[in-house]
């Protein structure tokens, strides 16, 4: 049973340092032209929460992951909460010239409620719209937005628990003018997915999932992370072991990006690495935009920290 605590720790710490750098860098650059070229700025944050995370907030996001599992899924591997919503709306409150809308989802209504009035004690010029929605749909949506409207510029914040996003919602944003920062659960979620030996015949045994996920087919997932061997049976008959490759956890992250690198043409190849405290990496944060300074903004902020 997880118990009542506030969610937080290094790695927490990090993901949100770098991402509120970004925020600041990118509103710097873009302040620069906005009225020139006659911009609206969006803000999006997929996974905005409440505000205020304890671990009893994530209660069926655990669940879910035990039943994944099988097995027990650590307070500290999942204690990365949901904390950029007000530091990004701090950034206007202390005098920075901001985003025109800012759109924090959340599939808990009650969430985007406590969220609103948390965030109601800061001054801003923006319009602030809270929106009960699954984060696949609101990203399509954002899509549409952005389709629809070519003086909008987006920046897009998804640090989901686990693996809530499909690809498919990924490649809505092919070519449209989005920033976009994606937490990637490399070790705590999709590194225990992959078995460390799978039957040839009955395949990944999560193979949907991962296939949502990475938007890619059971054999393409199979043929990166697995080696294929031939080994002599006790009868003197050869039988094939199929064994997951080493590194796994690099090589999701990896993978991850290369997958990126179809939707957007710049990618970090060094994401952020999060660590737990036995210096197992957990998430990876990774950067992708149209834009290629953008992309060495956010490379360099990742190696400063």
Not at 8 to 28: Q, S
Not at 102 to 126: M, P, T, W
Not at 203 to 215: I, T
Not at 236 to 254: H, L
Request: aromatic share 12%.
């Amino acid at each position: 049973m997880v118990s009542k605590k506030s969610w937080g720790g290094k790695w927490t710490e990090e993901k949100l340092d770098a991402f509120e750098k970004y925020v600041k860098a990118y509103l710097t650059i873009m302040n620069s032209y906005r009225d020139v070229y006659g911009w609206k700025l969006l803000y999006f944050d997929g996974f905005a929460g409440s505000g205020t995370r304890t671990q009893e907030d994530y209660k069926v996001e655990v669940e879910e992951a035990l039943d994944i599992f099988g097995q027990e899924v650590t307070v500290e591997d999942l204690n990365v909460y949901q904390g950029a919503a007000e530091r990004v709306v701090k950034i206007e409150s202390d005098g920075m010239r901001s985003f025109d809308y800012y759109y924090f989802v959340d599939k808990s209504e009650e969430n985007c409620k406590l969220l609103e009035e948390r965030l109601a004690q800061y001054e801003i010029s923006g319009r602030k719209h809270h929106l009960p929605l699954d984060a696949n749909n609101a990203v399509k949506r954002l899509a549409s937005t952005l389709h629809n409207n070519s003086n909008c510029k987006a920046l897009a914040f998804l640090d989901p628990f686990g693996m809530q996003i499909d690809w498919d919602s990924i490649e809505a944003l092919k070519g449209l003018p989005v920033d976009l920062w994606i937490l990637v659960p490399t070790g705590v979620i999709i590194n225990r997915l992959l078995e460390r030996k799978i039957d040839k015949e009955k395949g990944l045994a999560h193979a949907e999932k991962l296939k949502s996920f990475f938007g890619m087919t059971e054999k393409e997932i199979r043929d990166f992370f697995y080696t294929e061997k031939k080994v002599q049976t006790l009868f003197g008959d050869d039988d094939i072991v199929i064994t997951k490759a080493e590194n796994s956890i690099r090589r999701i992250a990896q993978l991850y990006v290369e997958r990126l690198k179809h939707v957007m043409p710049y990618v970090t190849e060094e994401p952020l690495v999060l660590y737990n405290t036995h210096n197992v990496p957990i998430y990876h944060l990774v950067f992708a935009a149209k834009n290629k300074t953008a992309m060495k903004i956010a490379q360099e902020i990742i190696r400063k920290q």
